[in-house]
């Protein structure tokens, strides 16, 4: 998947001008779009093709590849569309009506279509512009569950699972220790694989690490025993990660290169999702903590002082006298740590109205006359 077509582009024009073809290519049939197609129609359709029938990919088809490759260099840049559109895709390859150099205005290196095609597989192949890329493992995702308090005040996970790691007996090289290496018979020592594509710009050259010594240029003489030459194996791993304070259910901690191993490059990334469990006592508002407190009628009314549950355990809750069913009251810093400092923790007193009275409860509550 390496592809620097950014780089390494060498334009033979001789090529160009040599290659003579009188049959008209339909591009718009090629790319599968109508006549009046919008630019962003065609780019579009490119797109579909390229991903389609990259030669990088299985079940890829380099001719076809090329050919939408060679349609899009022209339906995709509005100039060379119209001469298309009139001359028909001979304008293109040296033809007839073009020959002695008229017919190559516009193919240079700053033309749009070729920019668009960098994006294009910059977009596509992670943005490989910078030469040979480093092969990269595959990242694993893994679900934690944490407990409210946990969420809040952070924790520290123990977790275990089975990935590919670096081949103990080898150290990753695929090698058994001690034989020894040997030139690469493939690039011959090189490290390097050149492709050349033939474009309507002429040769593309474009160089990707051997696949068979993924770009060191050696291979072991022996293969490895354990790893069969991977340079990884399947093991089962532990390690501890930091869950910092104030996570929020559905959050992702992102582990460098604690993913799957792979020879010769950089492993991938673990991925840890994280799942904050509910709890009947409490429930989160960003760095706030809601929950609610029932007191009986006479306590509404003359004031008292209860004990409210919190993540820092209990604290004490003045009820001032004459409180009403519904009111909030803010318990400072008993919330969820944050950047900002710690969040607040809000209880919602709720009266409860007394089920059954007493022939005495009725009479002194009649006494009270609140009849409104
Ligand atoms: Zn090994
Ligand atoms: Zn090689």
Do not use: W
């Not at 509005?78 to 001469?83: A, G, H, I, N, S």
């Not at 474009?206 to 022996?222: F, Y």
Request: one cysteine or more; proline letters at 2%.
């Amino acid at each position: 998947m390496l592809f620097a077509y950014s780089h390494d582009i060498r334009i033979r024009s001789a090529v160009i001008c040599r290659s003579v073809t009188s049959v008209s290519k339909d591009y718009y049939k090629i790319l599968n779009v109508e006549k009046g197609a919008s630019q962003e129609e065609i780019k579009k359709a490119f797109r579909v093709l390229a991903h389609k029938y990259h030669p990088d990919k299985a079940g890829g088809d380099e001719a076809k590849f090329k050919e939408a490759n060679e349609a899009y260099q022209v339906l995709g840049d509005q100039e060379k569309r119209q001469k298309y559109d009139q001359f028909g895709s001979a304008a293109f390859e040296g033809g007839q009506g073009f020959q002695g150099g008229q017919g190559f205005q516009g193919f240079d290196f700053s033309s749009s279509g070729f920019g668009d095609l960098g994006d294009i597989f910059g977009g596509m192949f992670g943005g490989a512009r910078g030469g040979n890329r480093e092969e990269r493992g595959s990242d694993i995702q893994i679900d934690v569950d944490l407990t409210f308090r946990e969420a809040v005040f952070g924790t520290q996970k123990d977790l275990n699972f089975t990935k590919l790691s670096s081949c103990e007996r080898c150290g990753g090289s695929g090698g058994e220790p001690g034989i020894g290496m040997k030139e690469c018979e493939t690039c011959k020592g090189s490290g390097v694989q050149v492709f050349s594509q033939r474009t309507i710009l002429g040769t593309i050259q474009s160089k990707r690490a051997c696949e068979a010594c993924r770009g060191s240029g050696e291979v072991p003489k022996k293969k490895c025993s354990t790893c069969a030459g991977d340079g990884v194996e399947r093991r089962r791993e532990s390690f501890s990660v930091t869950i910092p304070t104030g996570v929020d259910d559905g959050a992702t901690l992102r582990l460098r290169e604690k993913g799957e191993a792979v020879r010769g490059g950089r492993a991938g990334d673990l991925f840890v999702r994280l799942h904050v469990r509910d709890d009947a006592r409490f429930e989160r508002d960003g760095s706030q903590i809601l929950s609610r407190a029932t007191i009986g009628f006479s306590q509404a009314a003359l004031g008292d002082t209860i004990d409210i549950e919190t993540v820092d355990g209990a604290v004490s809750l003045k009820i001032p006298p004459s409180t009403q069913s519904g009111t909030l009251f803010r318990l400072r810093g008993k919330g969820v740590p944050s950047s900002r400092g710690r969040g607040d923790h809000i209880v919602t007193v709720e009266v409860r109205t007394p089920e059954k009275l007493s022939r005495e409860q009725k009479k002194l509550l009649e006494e009270l006359g609140d009849r409104v």
